[in-house]
């Protein structure tokens, strides 16, 4: 498996312009989330997924769209980069099996904005 | 929805000293709880979790975490730390089962003098 993958690692926009960040996962997990990472904030939930077809936002939904037409893919779509969006972003995954739960991370994109 | 407090930014230790980092979160139905670690320039991994049952939970690498529901706190323990433990350590709070909306702690940045 190669469990969850993040493409691309680094990518550096110009403020205004729009791009996808993909994420997949092989482990056929229900949940699937996207995280932005920043010196000092931690983690912070942007987007989440409890199926296919299904998405929620997080903490910091603003100037981010997802969405899921398969259980396998969560893209993370930036409308018009601005340079607080400038982050670390990671994707997750997550199974629930009665009350246990677990996540798995991607290894992140790196994103500048300038 | 939750928050949750990681009351230290930055921890130097030497080698063999005791750790304990202290993580507090404002949810108060039922909560899953996480630590994770996150090496530098790696993603996060799973140290230890809590879903239930016995509120000491011993976890990877001889980190244990202790959860006290009275003070809705999560704290994560080592009794003798390697320098090969420094890293980032983030408490995560999930509310209830069937949901994945995780929340993170802003980290605690642990430092390991050899």
């Known amino acids: 498996n190669a469990g969850v993958t993040q493409t691309p690692k680094f990518q550096v926009l110009k403020t205004g312009q729009s791009m996808t960040l993909q994420c997949a996962q092989d482990m056929n997990h229900e949940y699937m989330s996207w995280y932005r990472q920043d010196p000092g904030m931690g983690l912070r939930l942007i987007h989440y997924s409890v199926g296919a077809g299904i998405t929620d936002q997080g903490e910091v939904p603003n100037g981010y769209n997802v969405s899921r037409s398969t259980?396998?893919?969560?893209?993370?779509?930036?409308?018009?980069?601005?340079?607080?969006?400038?982050?670390?972003?990671f994707c997750a995954s997550s199974y629930r099996r009665g009350t246990h739960y677990e996540q798995y991370f991607g290894p992140g994109t790196r994103l500048t904005v300038t | 929805?939750?928050?949750?407090?990681?009351?230290n930014h930055h921890v130097i230790l030497s080698e063999a000293a005791s750790l304990e980092l202290g993580c507090n979160y404002s949810y108060g139905g039922t909560v899953n709880l996480f630590w994770y670690v996150q090496y530098p320039g790696q993603h996060l991994q799973l140290l230890l979790k809590y879903f239930s049952g016995d509120p000491l939970v011993k976890g990877i690498k001889g980190f244990e975490a202790e959860f006290i529901k009275s003070k809705?706190?999560?704290?994560?323990?080592k009794p003798s730390v390697q320098w090969s433990d420094t890293a980032e350590y983030f408490c995560a709070v999930k509310e209830g089962y069937n949901n994945n909306d995780m929340r993170f702690g802003a980290g605690t940045r642990l430092t390991v003098k050899p």
């Open chain 2, 72 to 77: 809705f706190s999560f704290n994560l323990r």
């Open chain 1, 71 to 89: 259980t396998e893919d969560f893209p993370l779509r930036l409308l018009s980069a601005a340079p607080s969006q400038t982050s670390v972003y």
């Open chain 2, 1 to 7: 929805a939750q928050s949750v407090s990681q009351h």
